[in-house]
């Protein structure tokens, strides 16, 4: 490693704001000329004093940071026991994560405002190609994403702009790297069970600042948590293999939406009929939409497959079986239509028919996959009627077509992709008009 660097410089640290939407990510500094971190090697080798040593910024003296060895060499020193560490780009900029369920870097004192929402930066005008391209479940040669998939549900990017499937069918989530990696299993066998290193009909899917993702584990009654790399999950919220409605346990979860600024996870609770707010490592929820049973009223969800918060700490629920989206502001028992009719699905602007994954934007605007309407429907905060932005409305396998659409995500361009679960594709639609 001596031959790649000479040199280590720290930048003045500065906010980064990476066009990942849900992502406010901080760089702090920078080692120029080292090119490689070796996984297991944790000495930054330099010549340079600590005086010029990133030892100021340090984050930790035994979590992660840079730090001066008595003999004045800088270390990059790293506790192997915890599951983070850093990200390095081509440029050999690195990036401090924060380490659930605590976050070092708002220890940093120009980093006090980290915060993650699930909300997008997307303007009311913003239009998308008409057409999408197939980016995965192609049997096409020589196409990246040619790993087939099963009905494809959910989906979704996480800060690295990688984007990840739930190959519903096959019980597995793969992930697509942006580097242009050939995509691979990075969760589940392909085979349904209960094990640590299985899934079960796993549904809603998310990705935390840190890169670890969550899986509603829907018959295992369970939200999984599988650390980068690591090829078994954790349990982070109910018990794998018992259901039940009190608030300790789950009944078929459909949806999980994390929080990296709170570690607060979002659950859609399916047989229960509500959203439970699970704080990382707690042993229980606290319900903040939904009354427990099913109905038509403001009160009650339906059943749904989503749930998403946004930064005032309003949950939004498409009800799949109630045609509409509602949102909760808690503690609030009833909640407040945003999309839809309060129960009367259909095909008409002013109507849904089972909503499945939503994507709120800062300004309150939803997107909304329309699955019933084989259509992406877009409501401007407040409107009475909805618009399309992709699909034709009549299911069909052709590029401006939809089939049972079923999960909806922006990479960090705002490209618009769609998991088109009657055709087992993914689909691309490129931002045209921002
Ligand atoms: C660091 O300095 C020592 C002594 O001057 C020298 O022998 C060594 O090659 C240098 N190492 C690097 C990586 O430059
Ligand atoms: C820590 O970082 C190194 C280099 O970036 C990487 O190879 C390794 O896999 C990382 N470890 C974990 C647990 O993420
Ligand atoms: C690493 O972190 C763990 C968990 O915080 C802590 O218990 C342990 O003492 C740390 N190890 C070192 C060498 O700092
Ligand atoms: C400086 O200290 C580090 C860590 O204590 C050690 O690995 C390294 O060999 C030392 N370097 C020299 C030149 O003594
Ligand atoms: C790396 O640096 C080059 C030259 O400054 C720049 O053009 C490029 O965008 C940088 N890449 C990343 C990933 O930051
Ligand atoms: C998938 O892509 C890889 C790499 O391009 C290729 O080796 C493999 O044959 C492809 N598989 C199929 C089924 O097209
Ligand atoms: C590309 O990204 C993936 C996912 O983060 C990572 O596992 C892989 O090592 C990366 N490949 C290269 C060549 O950087
Ligand atoms: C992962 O889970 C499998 C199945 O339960 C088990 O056999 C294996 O020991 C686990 N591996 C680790 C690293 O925990
Ligand atoms: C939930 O709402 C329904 C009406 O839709 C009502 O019948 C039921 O009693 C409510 N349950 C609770 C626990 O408030
Ligand atoms: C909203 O949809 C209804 C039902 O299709 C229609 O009658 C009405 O004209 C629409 N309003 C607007 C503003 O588009
Ligand atoms: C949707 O597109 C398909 C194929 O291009 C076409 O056959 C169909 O008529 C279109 N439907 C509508 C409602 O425009
Ligand atoms: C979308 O953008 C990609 C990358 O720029 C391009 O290759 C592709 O042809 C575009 N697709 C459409 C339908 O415009």
């Known amino acids: 490693m001596s031959t790649y660097h000479r040199m280590l410089r720290v930048l003045i640290a500065q906010m980064i704001l990476l066009l990942a939407s849900r992502i406010v990510s901080v760089q702090i500094g920078s080692i120029q000329g080292v090119s490689f971190f070796s996984s297991t090697g944790i000495t930054v080798p ?42 390095v780009d081509p440029n050999s900029s690195f990036y401090f994560r924060s380490l659930p369920p605590e976050q070092y870097y708002t220890t940093f004192e120009t980093t006090t405002n980290i915060g ?114 690591a090829t078994n999950g ?91 989206v509602v949102k909760w502001t808690p503690p609030s028992t009833y909640g407040v239509l945003v999309a839809g009719q309060v129960s009367s699905s259909g095909s008409t602007s002013n109507r849904l028919k089972q909503p499945t994954q939503i994507i709120l934007n800062s300004a309150g605007d939803i997107y909304i996959c329309d699955y019933g309407n084989h259509r992406i429907q877009r409501w401007i905060n407040g409107a009475s009627n909805g618009s399309t932005v992709v699909g034709n409305g009549t299911a069909g396998s052709n590029s401006n077509q939809l089939h049972s659409p079923y999960g909806i995500a922006f990479d960090r361009f705002n490209n618009l992709y769609v998991a088109d679960s009657g055709n087992n594709r993914i689909l691309r639609f490129n931002l045209t008009n921002s």
Not at 53 to 73: A, E, K, P, R
Not at 172 to 201: C, D, E, F, H, W
Not at 207 to 227: E, F, K, S
Request: aromatic content about 8%.
């Open 46 to 87: 330099t010549n340079d004093s600590c005086a010029e040593c990133i030892c100021t910024m340090m984050l930790s003296d035994d979590i992660i940071g840079l730090s001066c060895s008595q003999n004045q060499t800088c270390l990059f020193v790293y506790n192997y026991s915890l599951p983070y560490n850093l990200t």
């Open 116 to 229: 993650t929402t699930t909300e997008k930066q997307l303007t009311a005008q913003a239009v998308w190609s008409a057409t999408g391209d197939t980016v995965a479940g192609s049997s096409a040669a020589g196409l990246a994403g040619n790993i087939s998939l099963t009905g494809p549900g959910p989906i979704a990017f996480d800060i690295d702009n990688n984007l990840y499937v739930n190959d519903y069918g096959k019980h597995r989530v793969i992930i697509y790297p942006s580097n242009g990696s050939m995509p691979r299993v990075i969760a589940g066998t392909g085979t349904a069970g209960s094990k640590m290193n299985q899934l079960n009909s796993p549904n809603g899917i998310d990705i935390d600042t840190t890169g670890a993702l969550y899986i509603a584990d829907q018959n295992n009654h369970r939200i999984q948590r599988w650390l980068p790399g």
């Open 234 to 324: 954790t349990t982070v919220a109910g018990t794998t293999g018992t259901s039940g409605s009190t608030l300790d346990l789950l009944n078929k979860p459909q949806s999980i939406s994390i929080d990296s600024s709170t570690w607060n996870m979002y659950i859609y609770d399916g047989q229960n009929y509500r959203v439970l707010k699970w704080q990382l490592g707690a042993s229980q929820g606290i319900m903040v939409a939904g009354n427990g049973s099913t109905g038509t009223s403001l009160s009650n969800i339906a059943y749904a497959y989503d749930a998403k918060f946004n930064s005032n700490g309003n949950i939004y629920v498409p009800d799949y079986n109630n045609g509409r």
